[in-house]
């Protein structure tokens, strides 16, 4: 039996000119009007993003391919990864996979909160692909010390930085993703406005509860520096444009709450994302930069983990087991 590692991802277009087809697939089909797809163009024309091919790869897949590299070298074996929403896709690396000779897959979602919205479709997308192949499917790694450890390295630089240059204490404004609000539900209205044949849900999705706990744990981990549970919140950023409400409270919000309460600026560190893309890059450091600057604060944004070697130590242990992750196991016929 020869074993391999996917990881997957979102994904990410490569061209302004691809954005339409991107957004399909990120919406299972489902046309979205033009000035949704012009304004997702100008986000990520902000970014860099272009009609035509740059010289590297967009930041997410750039990162992405880089962290599979980098875990490849650390484990000494293969290691593969496959997007949801664009190329490589993860049913064409499966292809590929089975091509050379691999039989059975462990899976790592790099995304490490469990969702529905997320894990629970790349587990979808992978199982129809793998067919005639064991996999073995992480569902969730949220509490994982090392992942802890590498968002605090990157968030007590920033902090140091801005309590000094703001002569206080600035709080930190931890943050993951937001999702439809039907997705965590159970019953009628976990499928209220969903694609057909979307099961009902019987049971909470584990997400939002996952999300802030990695929070809490990099709060724990810059204890050692002074930081305490007065020293920072949370909130869910860049809830969706449309298809119903979305989860909060909102990154704007909560901003808008802080200047109230007297603050005079605010670190962000989003742990929901292992690197930079335009949820980073267009949303935090222009959008909120924006918003927090015309309620009189000064926001500060953590480094994204990008190559972080403790992230990568962090991926080895998951993937090794030496750390014991929520795991489904199965044997596709």
Not at 152 to 168: D, H, I, L, S
Request: glycine share 8%; hydrophobic share 45%; charged share 20%.
């Amino acid at each position: 039996m020869k074993e391999a590692v996917l990881l997957l991802a979102h994904g990410t277009p490569d061209v302004l000119g691809e954005m339409a087809e991107y957004l399909s697939k990120v919406t299972g089909g489902r046309a979205l009007p033009q000035e949704v797809v012009e304004e997702l163009q100008h986000r990520y024309g902000e970014i860099g993003l272009g009609w035509e091919l740059g010289e590297e790869p967009p930041p997410l897949t750039k990162w992405t391919l880089t962290q599979g590299f980098l875990l490849e070298k650390a484990l000494g074996t293969k290691v593969y990864v496959g997007m949801r929403n664009w190329h490589p896709y993860i049913a064409e690396v499966v292809d590929e996979m089975r091509a050379d000779g691999v039989t059975r897959i462990k899976a790592l979602c790099l995304a490490p909160q469990n969702s529905r919205t997320s894990v629970g479709l790349y587990r979808r997308v992978l199982m129809d692909a793998a067919v005639g192949m064991e996999v073995e499917f992480v569902t969730g790694w949220a509490e994982q010390p090392l992942l802890a450890q590498a968002f605090a390295e990157k968030t007590w630089p920033v902090w140091a930085q801005a309590c000094a240059e703001a002569g206080r204490r600035v709080p930190v404004l931890f943050t993951a993703h937001s999702v439809p609000c039907r997705t965590i539900m159970t019953g009628a209205a976990s499928i209220a406005g969903a694609r057909p044949g979307t099961p009902v849900q019987a049971t909470p999705d584990p997400y939002p509860v996952e999300a802030k706990r990695t929070a809490q744990l990099v709060a724990e981990k810059l204890s050692v520096v002074g930081f305490t549970e007065q020293d920072w919140v949370f909130a869910f950023q860049s809830q969706g444009i449309s298809g119903g409400p979305w989860i909060g409270p909102t990154v704007e919000d909560t901003l808008k709450a802080l200047k109230e309460q007297g603050e005079v600026g605010v670190v962000m560190q989003p742990v929901g994302f292992l690197c930079d893309h335009v949820e980073i890059l267009y949303d935090i450091d222009i959008a909120f930069r924006k918003t927090a600057e015309d309620l009189g604060l000064k926001l500060w944004r953590a480094e994204s983990l990008n190559d972080s070697a403790t992230l990568v130590e962090a991926l080895v242990e998951v993937v090794t087991g030496r750390y014991q992750a929520d795991v489904d196991e199965v044997v596709v016929a």
